[in-house]
T-cell receptor, first 115, second 114 residues
Framework: GAGVSQTPSNKVTEKGKYVELRCDPISGHTALYWYRQSLGQGPEFLIY????????DSGLPNDRFFAVRPEGSVSTLKIQRTERGDSAVYLC?????????????FGPGTRLTVL | AQTVTQSQPEMSVQEAETVTLSCTYD???????LFWYKQPPSRQMILVIRQEAYKQQNATENRFSVNFQKAAKSFSLKISDSQLGDAAMYFCAYIGGSNYKLTFGKGTLLTVNP
């Protein structure tokens, strides 16, 4: 079956611009996660959705970052007034239920470059 | 706060040989889960193996096995009969009991030499 997909694969933008990154989870997965992976680092948690609601957004670095999941499926990560430090790979993952031992299935990520 | 440490930025192994990747973690939780993920150049993280902390038996998945030392907070990955397709970044990751967010180490880049 189809895995987690993310669009675009790569995004280049200029400092100060607004960007949206999209995640399509595996059909039927209720839990959705966003992580950010900076160069040479492991992924770091940003936000977690259970259904439509953000259950934990404690990893969002500041109020320029926002994410939505209005229908409990597709999610969009929105970044306002982008800064060069926002450059990273943004990974999305989904799992069938909230349960710590459940495998999180990852998408291929969106590489964001802020010039 | 939970931390995961991978002390080997890079490792290399000859094809068909065995290699062990190290991982240590710090936690005050009694119930938690540990994972090894593989990230090839395609960027897609793939689960290799998982271990529940309450299980004493080490997890095994085909050529991949772990050495879980709970008291030492150590969780190493052994890859037997290494194949060229095993070349990738390997990340050790942790989830604490009632949590759901993965905490990752910095990764180990594994090279497999033919």
């Amino acid at each position: 079956g189809a895995g987690v997909s993310q669009t675009p694969s790569n995004k280049v933008t200029e400092k100060g611009k607004y960007v949206e990154l999209r995640c399509d989870p595996i059909s039927g997965h209720t839990a959705l996660y966003w992580y950010r992976q900076s160069l040479g680092q492991g992924p770091e948690f940003l936000i977690y959705f259970q259904g439509t609601g953000a259950a934990d957004d404690s990893g969002l670095p500041n109020d320029r970052f926002f994410a939505v999941r209005p229908e409990g499926s597709v999610s969009t990560l929105k970044i306002q007034r982008t800064e060069r430090g926002d450059s990273a790979v943004y990974l999305c993952a989904s799992s069938p239920l909230y349960a710590p031992y459940n495998e999180q299935f990852f998408g291929p990520g969106t590489r964001l470059t802020v010039l | 706060a939970q931390t995961v440490t991978q002390s080997q930025p890079e490792m290399s192994v000859q094809e068909a040989e065995t290699v062990t990747l190290s991982c240590t973690y710090d936690t005050s939780e009694s119930d938690y889960y540990l994972f090894w993920y593989k990230q090839p150049p395609s960027r897609q993280m793939i689960l290799v193996i998982r271990q529940e902390a309450y299980k004493q038996q080490n997890a095994t998945e085909n050529r991949f096995s772990v050495n879980f030392q709970k008291a030492a907070k150590s969780f190493s990955l052994k890859i037997s009969d290494s194949q060229l397709g095993d070349a990738a970044m390997y990340f050790c990751a942790y989830i604490g009991g009632s949590n759901y967010k993965l905490t990752f180490g910095k990764g180990t880049l594994l090279t497999v030499n033919p």
